[in-house]
């Protein structure tokens, strides 16, 4: 008898747990526990309902298959998210002149290869602007500039416009600046930075980081008249560039980085490419300088190892070792930016 009590005390209070965990309160059936309560009360030999046999074993089994249902849909959806590509999206603008222009050329395809589906990359264009003509023509709301833009659909251009239009265009993530490459070296020519870096930072819509770009040194044998306050010395016109940066852009609060092009010239200029990276002594050649400008800009802003890249603008004018020799200057140069 004893047994039978027991056994009927546990069946009922199954029974009773799950009329009151939502048994009738969502539209389910409620179970009639009467007999089963007759029973426990006179002790009879009497075998439980079948009904709450049947109702007890449904609900547990019901819980069982919603419980494992749930954690097989958590599983496909994590599955499903992991499979989604996650959409990647850089917006940088330039404020600077034909070396920007070089260094930038490629950027957006390179970008591409890499997953960015939402870029804008765009440049404000002046030719040979120096950090004192950005700052006047800010200063005069001057319409000095042609505005580069490419959203991975090739360059579109806006003639006449001023650097307030530029900083405005977009909710820039980077805006980076440069010396005209002629005065790169000239301490004096950096009293403007922090004038204009005021002015970009008031003006843009978000707030971007702002990066330097490093312009390089001109090529040996160049009879410009630019490279004569350098005496037409190539390694004294990159020290001083370097001693410039170290002096006003490293000591910057406001400069994130430097976009070392500089250096990475100056390293290919050591290996067998020799001094053919420009084709006027101071433009970058293309496709090979434009190449090597844009992996330096592609490898800083995105950490990716430019070893990776299989974008080559001209697989005729770019062989494997001359591939090679470029990826080996530009990952030097991103190690040590400034040596």
């Known amino acids: 008898m004893k047994p039978i009590r027991k056994y009927l005390s546990m069946l009922l209070c199954i029974a009773l747990t799950l009329t009151l965990t939502g ?40 819980t069982q298959i919603t419980v494992h249902t749930t954690e097989k849909q958590a599983t496909e959806k994590e599955t499903e998210a992991q499979q ?32 960015y589906t939402d870029i804008v990359v765009a440049y404000l264009y002046v030719g040979g602007c120096s950090l004192e003509e950005h700052t006047e023509n800010a200063k005069s709301n001057r319409k000095a500039y042609d505005y580069f833009e490419n959203t991975g659909h090739g ?5 006449n416009v001023s650097l307030n239009y530029g900083l405005g265009a977009q909710k820039w993530d980077y805006v980076v600046l440069q010396q005209a490459s002629r005065l790169s070296g000239v301490e004096s020519s950096y009293r403007y930075l922090d ?39 190539q ?29 990475a010239v100056q390293n290919a200029r050591r290996t067998f490419i020799g001094d053919r990276i420009t084709y006027d002594g101071r433009h970058m050649s293309r496709p090979l300088g434009r190449y090597l400008a844009g992996l330096v800009w592609f490898g800083y802003l995105t950490g990716c190892d430019v070893d990776s890249v299989k974008f080559n603008p001209d697989k005729t004018a ?7 020799a470029i990826k080996k200057s530009v990952k030097s140069a991103l190690e040590n930016p400034i040596k």
């Open 23 to 62: 048994c009738g309160a969502d539209g389910q059936t409620v179970t009639d526990t009467s007999s089963a309560e007759t029973a426990l009360e006179s002790g009879s030999d009497a075998s439980i309902p079948s009904t709450l046999q049947e109702t007890t074993t449904t609900e547990k089994t019901t």
């Open 84 to 115: 989604m590509p996650v959409s990647k999206g850089m917006k940088i603008l330039s404020v600077g002149n034909s070396l920007s222009r070089d260094g930038m050329h490629y950027l957006p395809r390179l970008l591409a290869e890499a997953g």
């Open 155 to 159: 360059w579109s251009c806006k003639e």
């Open 195 to 233: 004038e204009l870096i005021s002015f970009v930072r008031k003006n843009t819509r978000s707030k971007p980081e702002l990066l330097w770009h490093m312009t390089w040194a001109y090529e040996k044998g160049t009879e410009l008249e630019l490279f004569e306050r350098y005496d037409y010395d």
């Open 235 to 263: 390694q004294k016109m990159y020290r001083q560039t370097l001693s410039c940066i170290k002096e006003h852009i490293l000591t910057s609060p406001h400069i994130s980085g430097v976009i070392p092009v500089g250096t």
């Open 318 to 324: 770019l062989d494997e070792k001359t591939v090679s």
